[in-house]
């Protein structure tokens, strides 16, 4: 079984993020980079798919030359080879472009499953995945806290609400994780050395027959209009209460608008 695990890398969340002002998008040089949390589940349950049914795991990720290093840590936590778009015209693509994208470097590689994570801790969109099966024509499965491949058959326990509902599909197809799934491995030392020399194929936007004006922040379907920096936050305001406690908590919430 060949398995594609999505993986994106993302501003550290425990770091400030801050927007470039020059294009109001996402500066992703004011902060450490790290792999999308809930994708390292789906390295996770790519890695044990492929322990249990045999084949090969390959990372895909679009993004610059940095998310090299996030690459290279999936490989090191056990993938077998990744694929990297990168493009400085890609800078500032929507998350319809980027599937679009992703859909063109899906057509490079042969897979029978395609692993994501439910979102990305720098957008919380949660929609890629559903945009990737339909750019690609693939049966989609979401939000799997459990998955069963027998076969050419894919089962999963889609979690909801009040409990679980039972999803299947034929190859290939393209599901997404929640944090419920499995508990990511760390890589080893040993895993640390074998990952420098596994491949990494990069791929171009011409490479994926794509131009300029398909792709980047003049194609992209959203835009941030303005931003502000958010000010300091200011001292709180104490209420002591001396028989009118609730009166002056009731005054302030007001001034806020809050009541």
């Known amino acids: 079984m060949n398995i594609v695990v999505l993986m994106k890398q993302v501003p550290d969340t425990y770091a400030e993020r801050k927007l470039n002002p020059d294009d109001n998008t996402l500066d992703r040089d004011a902060s450490d980079a790290v792999i999308n949390e809930i994708d390292e589940y789906a390295i996770e349950e790519g890695l044990r798919l492929k322990e249990e049914h045999g084949g090969e795991v390959t990372i895909l990720t679009m993004g610059p030359d940095r998310a090299m290093e996030s690459i290279r840590k999936a490989l090191s936590m ?11 015209a890609l800078h500032g693509c929507c998350v319809i472009t980027t599937a679009k994208v992703l859909a063109k470097a899906l057509g490079t590689i042969e897979y029978d499953l395609v692993i994501g994570g439910s979102e990305a801790t720098d957008s919380r969109l949660s929609v890629l995945p559903a945009l990737l099966a339909e750019a690609t024509g693939l049966p989609q499965l979401s939000g799997a806290r459990k998955v069963t491949v027998d076969g050419s058959s894919v089962t999963i326990e889609r979690v909801t609400d009040t409990g679980y509902d039972v999803v ?8 997404s994780v929640v944090e419920k799934i499995n508990d990511p491995r760390y890589p080893s030392f040993k895993g640390i050395m074998a990952a420098k020399s596994k491949p990494v194929t990069q791929l171009s936007i011409a490479d994926l027959g794509l131009t300029e004006g398909e792709v980047g922040l003049a194609a992209a379907t959203t835009a941030v209009a303005s931003f502000e920096v958010a000010p300091p936050r200011a001292a709180g305001v104490v209420v002591k209460d001396e028989g009118n ?15």
Request: glycine share 12%.
């Open 245 to 259: 406690g609730g009166a002056a908590i009731a005054e302030f919430l007001a001034t806020k608008k809050l009541i």
């Open 168 to 175: 299947q599909a034929s190859t290939p197809a393209v599901l």
């Open 78 to 88: 056990g993938a077998d080879k990744g694929v990297h778009v990168v493009d400085p």
